[in-house]
T-cell receptor
Framework: DAKTTQPPSMDCAEGRAANLPCNHS???????VYWYRQIHSQGPQYIIH???NNETNEMASLIITEDRKSSTLILPHATLRDTAVYYC??????????????FGQGTTLQVKP | DTAVSQTPKYLVTQMGNDKSIKCEQN?????MYWYKQDSKKFLKIMFS???????INETVPNRFSPKSPDKAHLNLHINSLELGDSAVYFC?????????????FGSGTRLTVV
């Protein structure tokens, strides 16, 4: 079962920042937070991941709270092409890990003109 | 070049038939996966192979048989197709089991059983 809780849907105006929240209150110390998105009819796409510190890449920023029980994915300037389902996933990394990504329901982000 | 490619993209077939879906990755990854996305859009892992060895088998009916001839290919054969098998099947790969850098997914195969 997915270990995360996300709102089912959100709207965002084009050009504005989209802030997608995720709760993972049962996260353990060696579990990372991953974000993927799925644009309609395509395969999921990796966005970003983090453990404790905030992370930024060319696609997005990831803000993880100090207690690590929640995080926020930030798309700084949302475009219509960012309309997708966004999945927040927690997963353990380490030796012997079989690498199983468990997807929840995700948040459907609708970017509006 | 497509990193993870699946064929066919669409597959319509009758109940009871046997069909195969193929997946190839040119990323040099060691681990490959099959995921199923049903009509409610839930993505569920089915199988995973690491260097041709099966490492994940998620309680999938034995009508589904994955085969990995080499680490760049992972095929899925389905016997005696049922209506409930209709879904989009995604192949994915990662550098290794654990996939620190994340997974790369294919564009999916939409299977419709009639």
């Amino acid at each position: 079962d997915a270990k995360t809780t996300q709102p089912p849907s959100m709207d965002c105006a084009e050009g504005r920042a989209a802030n997608l929240p995720c709760n993972h209150s049962t996260i353990s110390g060696n579990e990372y937070v991953y974000w993927y998105r799925q644009i309609h009819s395509q395969g999921p796409q990796y966005i970003i991941h983090g453990l404790k510190n905030n992370e930024t890449n060319e696609m997005a920023s990831l803000i993880i709270t100090e207690d690590r029980k929640s995080s926020t994915l930030i798309l700084p300037h949302a475009t219509l092409r960012d309309t997708a389902v966004y999945y927040c996933i927690v997963r353990e990394y380490g030796s012997g890990n079989t690498g199983k990504l468990i997807f929840g329901q995700g948040t459907t982000l609708q970017v509006k003109p | 070049d497509t990193a993870v490619s699946q064929t066919p993209k669409y597959l319509v077939t009758q109940m009871g038939n046997d069909k195969s879906i193929k997946c190839e990755q040119n990323l040099g990854h060691d681990t490959m996966y099959w995921y199923k996305q049903d009509s409610k859009k839930f993505l569920k892992i089915m199988f995973s192979y690491n260097n041709k060895e099966l490492i994940i088998n998620e309680t999938v009916p034995n009508r589904f048989s994955p085969k990995s001839p080499d680490k760049a290919h992972l095929n899925l054969h389905i016997n005696s197709l049922e209506l409930g098998d209709s879904a989009v099947y995604f192949c994915a790969s990662s550098r290794r089991a654990g996939g620190f850098r994340g997974y790369t997914f294919g564009s999916g195969t939409r299977l419709t059983v009639v």
